[in-house]
């Protein structure tokens, strides 16, 4: 074997590097969810956009009367969270008129995701904020 045979074998790869995101919206797709009754909350609006890498999870909001939860208005799978309400905000509202269609999926406006990371004020969302320095406009 010469010194490029391990170039040569790698040349014939492709490598692919998925997102957690893209994986999570393969397996949310399965749940078969009406178009427009549904929108992704969270980071993942601002993944689409470029602001962040990735997730961690999908939150996912749904319409109240589509989907009548059992437990307190949410249902939680392992990386995905269904929610059929939002702090402070109508669900109909923000789906109807408060998002963005990427690849078929209906997302909540940056704005409003940073305006509700805002008003939490998590530690976890600090990298995120400190971009914005208070304004959700940028």
Do not use: C
């Amino acid at each position: 074997m010469g010194p490029n045979v391990k170039t040569e074998f790698l040349e014939n790869w492709v490598f692919i590097v998925m997102k957690k995101m893209d994986i999570l919206l393969e397996v949310l797709s399965t749940y078969n969810l009406p178009k427009g009754d549904y929108a992704v909350f969270g980071s993942a609006p601002l993944v689409v956009v470029g602001m962040v890498d990735d997730v961690n999870d999908l939150d996912v909001i749904i319409r109240p009367s589509k989907w009548p939860f059992q437990t307190e208005g949410e249902y939680l799978t392992e990386d995905i969270e269904f929610f059929d309400n939002w702090p402070n905000e109508d669900v109909d509202d923000l789906i109807d008129n408060h998002s963005f269609e990427y690849d078929g999926i209906l997302f909540i406006d940056p704005k409003k995701v940073i305006k509700y990371k805002q008003n939490m004020n998590r530690d976890k969302d600090i990298d995120i904020l400190s971009m914005f320095r208070g304004n959700p406009n940028g």
